[in-house]
């Protein structure tokens, strides 16, 4: 087990980064040559050996760790921590607001571009205010992974601060996000875990948040003035978390793994390069996986002895896409190796469907999904809201659209005309209750897209649709 304990043996080098507000002192540890680096927030008492043990544990790991003093506006002034409930309206506003916090993150992320380090290769992780200012920089900026401990304020006011809280609320995350909570936790306010949860679920990235029943605040502090109550079990299982959470993100090469998969075809059919050799892909497709995207993650993969096909989700931070999601269907049988692309062409300017490029096929489907088919073609509605989960996440390629949206956008309402998808699957990829299916939908004019469907006990839990532009 391993608590973050200083233990007065490693000592952090200090540097300075230069922001729209002066100089800012950054503590490090580690290799700048690392593969990798994790950016290191603080709480609202400051920089403090907690912060000096954490970097040090990062960079052990193998990490370049760097730390910023976020207060350094104050010049050194003594952090006024405050010590009963009346002294906080004040040290809210002793606080740096998000605006300071986005100008001291961007110059930290700008400095760690300039020695390698694109964003791909960058995470973030923080504490209390600092774990708050990692869910900010985690909406704003494509990071590969952050890791939040125990940060009141996201989704509702702590205290009488927090004066941009709408705006952080109205952020989408654009980095997969781990948030770590104790439930006895002073700082957070009754139910906002609950909402926190409800925000993150709806991100586009991976996310988790995880509780931990009768914990405090800064459980993994071990520290006689640390503001909380130090909990060794939670405080283990969270470090492992969270290193397991770093390095899943940073240290996986999805990038040169899908430009392996696309180079091994023989031919691969994009929605805008066409039916191609991988080279003419690679030159004219705008989701080719190159250095143009800052990030490629995969989100989902799902194979068969006939095929497999992958998830991704590419992001950069300009222009604009800066967030594609696309799947990757690849056949397993055949003489000729072949790969289909699909993504919304729509974000890229194009106005026209792709038109179909598979004939519809004559496989037997799964039962559940063989159900849901049917009532989505003939627009029953009863049998779709049985299918359909009540807390189903929808992802259309125009964003997430609730439920009722998609059943009233299919179904024939009561005494109504006649509605319905008409839809014919090409293709079936199976995997433990998760179907990926290429489909021609035949509303004209005709078109061809991918949906992965999730399936639990016969209800579907998860939709995820490829296609576009579409004109219903």
Same mark, same amino acid.
């Given at each position: 087990m391993t608590t973050f304990v200083p233990d007065g043996t490693t000592t952090p080098a200090l540097i300075e980064i230069t922001t729209a507000d002066g100089s800012m002192p950054v503590r490090t540890a580690g290799d700048p040559a690392a593969d990798a680096a994790i950016i290191v927030l603080h709480q609202a008492s400051g920089p403090t050996p907690h912060i000096d043990a954490v970097i040090a544990d990062l960079s052990d790991l193998g990490y370049y760790a760097v730390a910023p003093d976020l207060f350094y506006r104050r010049k050194n002034e003594p952090v006024p921590f405050p010590s009963d409930p009346s002294m906080l309206p004040a040290f809210d506003a002793w606080l740096p607001g998000d605006s300071d916090l986005l100008t001291d993150l961007s110059a930290v992320t700008d400095h760690l571009g300039d020695n390698g380090f694109d964003l791909g290769h960058v995470g973030v992780m923080g504490y209390s205010f600092g774990g708050r200012a990692t869910y900010l920089a985690a909406a704003t900026w494509p990071f590969a992974a952050a890791v939040t401990y125990y940060a009141g304020g996201i989704g509702r006011h702590l205290h009488v601060g927090n004066p941009d809280l709408a705006a952080l609320r109205g952020k989408t995350l654009r980095t997969p996000w781990l948030g770590l909570f104790g439930e006895a936790d002073h700082f957070i306010g009754e139910g906002e875990l609950d909402l926190l949860e409800t925000l993150v679920g709806n991100a586009p990235v991976a996310t988790s948040l995880v509780r931990y029943p009768g914990v405090q605040h800064s459980f993994d502090v071990d520290v006689p003035e640390a503001p909380g109550a130090f909990d060794a079990d939670a405080a283990a299982n969270a470090r492992s978390r969270a290193i397991e959470f770093l390095n899943l993100h940073l240290r996986r090469d999805d990038r040169q793994e899908l430009i392996a998969v696309l180079s091994q075809q023989d031919w691969v059919d994009d929605p805008i390069a066409g039916f191609a050799t991988p080279d003419t892909v690679r030159s004219s497709s705008p989701v080719w996986p190159d250095s143009r995207w800052a990030t490629v993650e995969l989100t989902m993969h799902v194979r068969n002895d006939r095929r497999e096909v992958r998830e991704?989700?590419?992001?950069?931070?300009?222009?604009?896409?800066?967030?594609?999601?696309?799947?990757?269907?690849?056949?397993?049988?055949?003489?000729?190796?072949?790969?289909?692309?699909?993504?919304?062409? *729509?974000?890229?300017? *194009?106005?026209?469907?792709?038109?179909?490029?598979?004939?519809?096929?004559?496989?037997?489907?799964?039962?559940?999904?063989?159900?849901?088919?049917?009532?989505?073609?003939?627009?029953?509605?009863?049998?779709?809201?049985?299918?359909?989960?009540?807390?189903?996440?929808?992802?259309?390629?125009?964003?997430?659209?609730?439920?009722?949206?998609?059943?009233?956008?299919?179904?024939?309402?009561?005494?109504?005309?006649?509605?319905?998808?008409?839809?014919?699957? %090409?293709?079936?990829?199976?995997? *433990?209750?998760?179907?990926? %299916?290429?489909?021609?939908?035949?509303?004209?004019?005709?078109? %061809?897209?991918?949906?992965?469907?999730?399936f639990v006990d016969g209800r579907l839990q998860a939709m995820r649709v490829y296609e576009g532009p579409v004109y219903r």
């Open positions: 991704y989700l590419l992001r950069r931070a300009d222009p604009a896409p800066v967030e594609v999601p696309i799947a990757v269907v690849v056949d397993r049988d055949g003489s000729d190796r072949r790969a289909r692309i699909y993504f919304d062409k *729509s974000l890229f300017g *194009s106005d026209q469907p792709r038109r179909p490029i598979l004939a519809p096929g004559t496989d037997d489907l799964p039962p559940d999904l063989a159900e849901y088919h049917r009532a989505l073609v003939s627009g029953d509605r009863e049998s779709l809201e049985k299918i359909i989960a009540s807390d189903a996440r929808i992802q259309s390629p125009y964003g997430v659209i609730d439920r009722g949206r998609f059943v009233d956008e299919f179904a024939t309402a009561p005494g109504g005309p006649e509605r319905g998808a008409p839809v014919e699957y %090409c293709t079936v990829t199976a995997e *433990s209750g998760t179907y990926a %299916c290429e489909f021609i939908g035949w509303r004209r004019p005709p078109h %061809c897209g991918v949906a992965v469907y999730r």
